[in-house]
Every structure is written in C-alpha cells, then in structure tokens.
C-alpha cells in the first residue's frame, strides 16, 4: 500500500471543493500542498449540471433586494427548521463570495446595458438569481474553477480515486483517508490533519433522480463509519420538473433536469388531460415551493395513471425560450421532443439532500480534524426543504468560510498515526474483500424500494417496508466494510445513507417540508409562519 502526506485533503471535485482547494491555496500555509481526490473525471458531478442558477444578494446593484427578505424566504421554505444564524451568514456573504467568483472569471450572464441579470424561482420574493451561459451556470462555474485547480502548483488532483475509509485514531480523530483506485485495484493511506468531505449528495439512492452516478451518498457513510454525527436525514427535495423517463426510452441513470427557472419564466404545469392544476393546490400556483410543487404533480400523475404531466413553454415564446434556455433545449432535442408543440413531458426526481454530516459555524463535523462542505454538509441553512439557487450559494460561502477557519490552523503539525489508523489499514490489507456479482441487482431493489416507499409520499407501513428490503440487501450482500470493486462500496454506501433516510423519516411522524407522512397528524396550518415569526425575532 503506498503512503503519503497533504496538508489539506479535499474528498469531491464539485463547487464546494473546488472552490475550497482555490480558495485554501490563496489563505493557507500549506507545505505539504493540497490533494483533490475525486471519484470520476473532474467535472462529473452535481455542480456541473446546475442550471438555475445561484442566490445572489446584491443590493448594491440589485437594490429592490436586501439580506432580510432573503432570510425570510430561505426560513419560509425550510419552514422554520433552518439555522438562523447561518442562514443569516451565508446570505449576508453572497455579495462578497459572488464579486470573488467573478474576480476568478466567472462570467454571469449581464443584460444588454451590462449590468448583471437576475432571474425569479419558486419561492423567492425577487428576482436575486445569477445564471450564467442561459441555463448552463454550473458548467461555466465549474469549468473555471477546474480550468484554475488544474493550473495551479501547489493544488494536486488524482482523478477516478474513490475515499473509502476515514483514518481515525484511537482518540476519534481524524488522521487521513483511505482512497481506492479501481483501475489499479490498489489502496493508497493519505494522511493529513485536514480532511474535507466535498461528496456532494445521494440521488442516487432513488430509481428516478437528477444527480449524476457519482452521488452515492459517500461522504455520509464514510462520516457515518467513522462516528460522525448526521443530521435532518429525512429531508430529501424532490424536484417537480425532471425531463420524465417516459420520454427517455431506456431507463436513464438519471433524468435530466427542466429548471424551476422555467416556470420563472412563465411556464405552465398542464396534467396529462393537458389542463393546468396548481391554482387548486398553492395560492403561488407554478411558484409555490418545491415540495408542494412536486406533491401536487405526484398527485395528478396517480389519479390519471399517467407517467407523466407537461410543462407549456408558450407562454414564453419558443425562441426565448431557445435562447435563455439552452441547455434544456439540447437536452429536449436529444430526447426528440419536438419543442414547437410547446409541451415538455416533466416528472418529479430525487433532487437534493437538505440532510447531511453536521457541521458547526467553522465547518467542524463531530470528529476533530475532519469537516464537510457542500452537499454532503448539514450546515442548518435549508432546514426542512431548500430555496432554490440556495445550494451553490451554500458551497461557496461554506468554503470561502473554511479556507479561513484552515488559515488559522498550523496544517503542516507532523501527520501522526497511532494503533487505531494501523487497526484500519490492516483491514484493507488482508484478504477480506467482499465480492458481490449481484451488485447491479441489489442496487436496482434499493432504489426501488427507496423511490416507492420513503419517496414523496411517506406512510409508516411503506416505511418499514423499505427497512425490510434494506436487511435483506444487506444479508444477501453480507453487507461488510471491504469490497473489490468501486460498485461494491457505492452499495455498501447506499446502504448506509438509506437506512439513515429512512429510519429519520420513521420517527419524525409529522409531515413538515420535504418530509410529507401521508400517514401524519396534521400540523396546524400555520406552523412554519410561526415558527419564521419567532426565529426572525430573534
Ligand atoms: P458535487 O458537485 O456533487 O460534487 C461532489 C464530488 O464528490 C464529485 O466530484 C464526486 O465525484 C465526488 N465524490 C463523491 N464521492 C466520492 C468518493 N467516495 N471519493 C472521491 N470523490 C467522491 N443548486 C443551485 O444552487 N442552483 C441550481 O441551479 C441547481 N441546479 C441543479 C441541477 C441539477 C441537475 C442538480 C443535480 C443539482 C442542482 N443544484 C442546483 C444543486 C447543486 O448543484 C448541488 O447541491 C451542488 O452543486 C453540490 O455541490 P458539491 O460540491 O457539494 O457536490
Ligand atoms: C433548477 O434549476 O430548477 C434547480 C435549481 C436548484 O436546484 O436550486
């Protein structure tokens, strides 16, 4: 087994990470340089398919906007279960990370007179959102912010690494981490006294979902082995308007996404008798949140027993709609959707994960010496379901944040390791590996049983319907820690953060956000005004 050495290790190459190691290399004294290890190709990640765009409160410029109304909105749509104090944080940072952004080449889509553009989603009350090549915004941030890591001396990345295993000592810190290459089928020990869980989410967990294959839900179960506290683990997003797998042919890995943006724009949900529904469901109607948005079309698609409803473009104007949205449109044609009918066939996907590895305000998780950011991170901002836009907003101001909290830290104190790091290497080093041919199978009944039971719709019947199949998933691949291959310890992670889903949406038995218990007490109607009134006094 080879061994090295890193001051900082960063485990994920999506914006948080990328963002982290740029934003490290300019505050930090690192000596033994940074390493950005990442499962796939650089860029393969959720970051990259990021459509909609990015929060950006910017009253300089955008003066109908300010931090309070932005705070009020991100609370309403977390219905009150958010952190004040970070919501408060992160949107109070926008301006300044998103100048910094800006300042490393990040080029926002401006109006004609030059001035930068913000568009309108669900649930916020102005338009506050940047976009940027149309509705390619993460693939523009993302290939920047590659296009400056890959430039740079002291920042090393190795490419299809898979992080395993956490390092931990006898004390419970965190001393380095155990990266697989499959090619190879070979282990590498890093050790570091910084380890960062950049892993993004865990779509993957669910048979229909927008993230790419890489989210398997990793960094939850790494941090989950290693004893680190997670938290709000039943809040998955669902979002309404993936591009449906009717209209894809063969099953896809995953659906592509119809941005909210669309329905920013003036777009209408119609059911599959092509009439429009929201109005009956939200005041909002095409704007009200997420999770009612997806609720309602889940609710049509069951009492017409179809497998999808439409989103009409009309009201937008097809070549509008071509030239703000050029990504969808690609993606349309791909999928021989013929766009002058003005009707995209949309269903709702396992979207985003409000849950995570809980962090304090310096990105600390429960472990010393290991924090997360991004995704993987359960920081407190989105509580019971996200704002739109929030996501991206939340990787960059968590990173730029951690960058300084690491730049106060002496990083390049000797990397030590103690009876507790050897204990976990030898494990690796024997010849235990756990070889499952069913793994495609296994992970096919997993996503199943986790889309039809601890979906959009949750009963306690369907609940502990979806534990049973967990068990039996674990007996049948006599769930160990060591595997041969990358797919056998993406099951073994899948695994993990599902019973972790679906265990945290069995106790909490009220239905609140993204969490809906068909099964539930009702909450009073007012809860989350409430419950916003009282954190906004604070
Ligand atoms: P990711 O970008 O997902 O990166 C995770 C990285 O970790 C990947 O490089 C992966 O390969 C790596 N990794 C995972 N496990 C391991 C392992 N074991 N070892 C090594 N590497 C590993 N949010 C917004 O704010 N605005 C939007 O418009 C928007 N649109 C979206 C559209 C789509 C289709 C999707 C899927 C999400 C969208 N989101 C949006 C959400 C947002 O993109 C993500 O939450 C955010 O990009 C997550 O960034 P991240 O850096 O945390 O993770
Ligand atoms: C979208 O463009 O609809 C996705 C935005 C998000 O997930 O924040």
Known sequence: MKHSKYSIVIIGSGAAGLYLALSAQRKCRTKDGILVLTKSGLDECNSALAQGGIVSVMPEINPRDNVTSHIMDTIKAGCGLNDFNIVKFISENSSCVINDLIDLGVEFDKKEDGSLSFTLEAAHSMPRILHAGGDYTGRVIEDRLAHLVKKSDSIEVYENSMAVELLCDNKKACRGVLIYNPALDTYEAVYSNAVILATGGIGQVYEYTTNPVVATADGIALASL?????????????????????????????????????????????????????????????????????????????????????????????????????????????????????????????????????????????????????????????????????????????????????????????????????????????????????????????????????????????????????????????????????????????????????????????????????????????????????MLRM
């Open 226 to 534: 290693a004893g680190a506290e997670v938290s709000d683990m039943e809040f998955v997003q669902f979002h309404p308007t993936a591009l449906s797998a009717s209209a894809l042919g063969e099953k896809p890995k995953n659906m592509p996404l119809v941005s909210e943006a669309v329905r920013g724009e003036g777009a209408k949900l119609l059911n599959a008798d092509k009439k429009p529904f929201m109005e009956k469901y939200h005041p909002k109607a095409e704007l009200a949140p997420r999770d009612v948005v997806a609720r309602a079309i889940f609710n049509e698609m069951e009492t017409a027993q179809s497998r999808n409803v439409f989103l009409d473009i009309t009201p937008i104007g097809l070549e509008r709609f071509k030239k703000r949205f050029p990504a969808i449109t690609n993606i349309c044609n791909e999928a021989n959707i013929d766009l002058s009918t003005g009707l995209i066939p949309v269903s709702p996907a396992a979207h985003y994960f409000m849950g995570g590895v809980k962090v304090n305000f310096n990105m600390e998780t429960t472990i010393e010496n290991l924090y997360a950011i991004g995704e993987v991170s359960r920081t407190g901002l989105h509580g019971a379901n996200r704002l739109a836009s929030n996501s991206l907003l939340e990787c960059v101001v968590c990173a730029y944040k951690l960058a300084d909290v690491l730049s106060q830290r002496n990083l390049d104190a000797p990397k030590s390791f103690d009876s507790g790091v050897k204990a976990t290497l030898e494990m690796y080093e024997g010849n235990f590996a756990n070889e499952i041919l069913e793994t495609g199978i296994l992970r096919r009944m997993l996503k199943k049983a986790m889309w039809q039971n601890a979906g959009i719709v949750r009963t306690k019947d369907g609940l502990n319907n979806a534990l049973r199949v967990i068990e039996d998933i674990k007996l049948i691949s006599k769930h160990s820690r060591v595997y041969s291959t990358q797919e056998g310890y993406e099951l073994r992670n899948s695994i993990i953060a599902a019973q972790l889903i679906t265990e945290a949406a069995l106790s909490r038995e009220n239905s609140i956000g993204a969490h809906f218990r068909e099964d539930a007490q009702e909450l009073p109607k007012n809860i989350s005004d409430i419950k916003t009134a009282s």
